[in-house]
T-cell receptor, first 116, second 112 residues
Framework: DAGVIQSPRHEVTEMGQEVTLRCKPI?????LFWYRQTMMRGLELLIY????????DSGMPEDRFSAKMPNASFSTLKIQPSEPRDSAVYFC??????????????FGPGTRLTVT | QQQVKQSPQSLIVQKGGISIINCAYE??????FPWYQQFPGKGPALLIA?????SEKKEGRFTISFNKSAKQFSLHIMDSQPGDSATYFC???????????FGKGTRLSVIA
């Protein structure tokens, strides 16, 4: 079974450029989470979706960040314009929420973003 | 405000020894407490999890101890092996479709 798929695995870009990170959740999962990991702040939730609808985006740092989930099998996280402080590893995770119960979250391998 | 506090930040244990990582939380609405293991270059992977209706859960060499009154839980790794060297994260979540709240992580090194 394929796990959560993220692309690209590594991204190096210059300050001011647009960056788009992509995620394909596990088939059948209906919740999707975007996290950011840095040494200073650890793992932080940015936004999460249920049935393709954003539920909580309070973790999105600022208006430069946006996320979409156009269908059950694809989500994007976009940063425009990017800044050096956005350098981090971005993880996507998915889980199944059914019958009032939330099941295990599975994480993707992450995208390491470096903004120079 | 950090909702889940994890300690220590780093830990060095001899092969065969016991590794102990501690976490404390404030939100009494949390009802699910997982531990994740992360190797370099990989995403976190669920190791073991507990709900507050039990005080201990054991899976192989890994045990979670849970103290509801103290709002603390810990991970014990028995007979620690070099292959256990990784970063460990505790987390907590409320019931329903809610996200995980993570501790800052503990980097464990098991030396021979």
């Amino acid at each position: 079974d394929a796990g959560v798929i993220q692309s690209p695995r590594h991204e190096v870009t210059e300050m001011g450029q647009e960056v788009t990170l992509r995620c394909k959740p596990i088939s059948g999962h209906n919740s999707l989470f975007w996290y950011r990991q840095t040494m200073m702040r650890g793992l932080e939730l940015l936004i999460y979706f249920n049935n393709n609808v954003p539920i909580d985006d309070s973790g999105m740092p600022e208006d430069r960040f946006s996320a979409k989930m156009p269908n059950a099998s694809f989500s994007t996280l976009k940063i425009q314009p990017s800044e050096p402080r956005d350098s981090a590893v971005y993880f996507c995770a998915s889980s199944l929420y059914a019958g009032g119960r939330s099941y295990e979250q599975y994480f993707g391998p992450g995208t390491r973003l470096t903004v120079t | 405000q950090q909702q889940v506090k994890q300690s220590p930040q780093s830990l060095i244990v001899q092969k065969g020894g016991i590794s102990i990582i501690n976490c404390a939380y404030e939100n009494t609405a949390f009802d699910y407490f997982p531990w994740y293991q992360q190797f370099p270059g990989k995403g976190p992977a669920l190791l073991i999890a507990i709900r507050p209706d039990v005080s201990e859960k054991k899976e192989g060499r890994f045990t979670i101890s849970f103290n509801k009154s103290a709002k603390q839980f810990s991970l014990h790794i028995m007979d620690s092996q070099p292959g256990d060297s990784a970063t460990y994260f505790c987390a907590a979540k409320r019931s329903g479709n809610t996200p995980l709240v993570f501790g800052k992580g503990t980097r464990l090194s098991v030396i021979a």
